[in-house]
């Protein structure tokens, strides 16, 4: 009976611990991957990050209006802003496959991840303030993380970005390293170090109420990108502007044949933009806009500036719409955006935009060089994507009393108003950040059409999930950065006091 005791402990002993191995294997799902080539990470944080054309940005930018409610308005009735923290997860993964892999600690994907880090919290923070930083990217599942001031997440955007230009001057050098699944540049580093550098000038620029600061350090660290382009490549054209590209497969453009009927009457252009091209006799209004068609029975024709009107943005969609009817406004470019599913690229980080940020950096001061040159070479490219390239009517255009480059304070109106237009359908919400930061162009505001009692706001809420899943360090932000526990959306961020 002992021996039988025994052989029955033995056996119950090894079932019990062969059911706990099974267990832990059960516990796998085998339709579900653990592991995954860094390139194909890559992929999807790069279609992850892709601000699209014609979404609410652009309507927020006050490109183009809706004069339809059933489908969409123009209101800034801002809650909760989309975060990228999903997205940053995907980094920290990308970098652990590369080195799981086999990768030195200095890869392709370590430099890239620097490169998303940077570009998703500035466009985080830039929308609602301080943010967790640290805690929230060390790998752990913590759901209550602690907040870092919006001051030290541009510095430690600044310096990601700083870290990565100098991780590609390296792997650049190194010709044997290799990138994979880059659908921007054919996996070109030496395109994403240019990339790269002109995001750190965005960020130095969007930091210009904030240049006194000397920890920061932001006239020089600008001055110093602007005198040394060999430690600091810059991109040189519009080839290397990083552009999302659309097919006409399962990556249509978001205006195309398919949805013509839906949206080419109900969409029309907005006077923010369209009224100050056709004040500046600017010929890339020829493009992106129909002529209203009262202006054409009046007598115009299609190549008159003054038959292309956009409509008050903050205007009641009632009177928008009687008037889109009446033919007072003028249309989007019906056969420009819908006659093609691969439409135009879409800029995200552009030639245009680091020419105009240079001219800006120094017309207040901080660099030495030709601002009116850079301004020039900034027009220039963007009349080029529009495919106004001939040289006399360019001249003809930068000799205008109202565009030709004047200095100081006046400079730089025109220096932003011709980044904003540069912007078109490009670039997330920068055209909003830089009306946020400098107020040019006047953004229309206080009618109907605003809402939120007729004030654009100056920042997003936080996302519901921030008040119900990290309660405390959520309130005590808002408390730190506005005095109280509201998330009132006309609050000001530290960046624009």
């Not at 398919?258 to 029309?268: E, K, T, V």
């Not at 292309?308 to 969609?317: F, I, K, M, R």
Request: net charge negative.
């Amino acid at each position: 009976m002992k021996s039988l005791a025994y052989f029955l402990t033995v056996v119950l002993a090894a079932t019990l611990i062969t059911g706990c191995t099974d267990f832990a294997e059960l516990e796998k799902d085998p339709n579900r991957a653990v592991t995954a080539p860094p390139s194909l990470i890559f992929r999807g944080i790069q279609t992850d990050m892709y601000f699209a054309p014609w979404g609410d940005e652009q309507r927020y930018n006050q490109f183009w209006c809706s004069n339809y409610n059933y489908y969409d308005d123009n209101e800034y009735n801002w809650t909760g802003a989309n975060l990228r923290f999903t997205t940053l997860k995907n980094v920290l993964k990308m970098e652990e496959e590369a080195l799981t892999s086999g990768a030195d600690a200095v890869n392709p994907y370590s430099a890239l991840g620097k490169f998303f880090r940077a570009y998703a919290y500035y466009d985080m923070t830039s929308r609602v303030g301080d943010l967790p930083l640290e805690q929230a990217l060390s790998g752990d599942e913590n759901i209550a993380p602690a907040y870092s001031s919006q001051k030290a997440i541009f510095a430690q955007v600044l310096t990601w970005l700083d870290e990565a230009n100098s991780e590609f001057t390296t792997l650049i050098a190194n010709i044997d390293l290799t990138l994979g699944g880059d659908i921007y540049f054919g996996n070109d580093l030496s395109k994403w170090q240019k990339v790269n550098n002109a995001l750190r000038m965005r960020v130095l620029i969007a930091l210009s109420k904030r240049a006194d600061e000397s920890d920061l350090g932001v006239q020089a660290k600008m001055a110093e990108m602007v005198a040394n382009p060999t430690k600091y490549p810059m991109m040189e054209s519009n080839a290397d502007n990083m552009a999302y590209t659309f097919n006409s497969n399962l990556n249509k453009y978001p205006f195309n044949p398919d949805n013509f009927g839906f949206y080419a009457l109900r969409y029309n252009t907005s006077a923010t933009y369209v009224n100050t091209l056709a004040d500046l006799r600017d010929p890339r209004v020829f493009v992106v806009a129909e002529p209203a068609t009262a202006k054409l029975a009046g007598g115009l024709t299609a190549a008159d500036y003054e038959a292309y009107v956009g409509a008050p943005s903050d205007e009641g969609l009632d009177d928008m719409s009687t008037k889109v009817q009446n033919g007072e406004y003028s249309l989007i470019n019906k056969e420009r955006y819908f006659s093609s599913y691969e439409g135009e690229r879409s800029i995200q980080i552009g030639y245009p935009e680091m020419c105009f940020n240079i001219a800006e950096a120094i017309n207040r001061g901080w660099a030495a060089g030709d601002a009116a040159d850079w301004y020039k070479k900034g027009i220039t490219a963007s009349m080029a994507f529009y495919g106004i390239t001939d040289a006399i009517a360019l001249n003809t255009y930068l000799a205008q009393e109202k565009v030709a480059y004047k200095g100081g304070v006046e400079g730089l109106t025109q220096i932003l108003t011709q980044k904003y237009l540069a912007f078109h359908q490009h670039s997330g919400l920068e055209a909003y950040y830089n009306w946020r930061r400098t107020g040019v162009p006047a953004f229309a505001q206080g009618g109907p059409g605003t809402g939120n009692g007729g004030v654009i706001p100056s920042r997003f809420q936080y996302p519901t999930s921030e008040r119900d899943n990290n309660s405390a360090n959520y309130k005590a932000a808002l408390i730190s950065q506005f005095g109280s526990e509201v998330d009132d959306n006309t609050a000001k961020m530290w960046l624009i006091k």
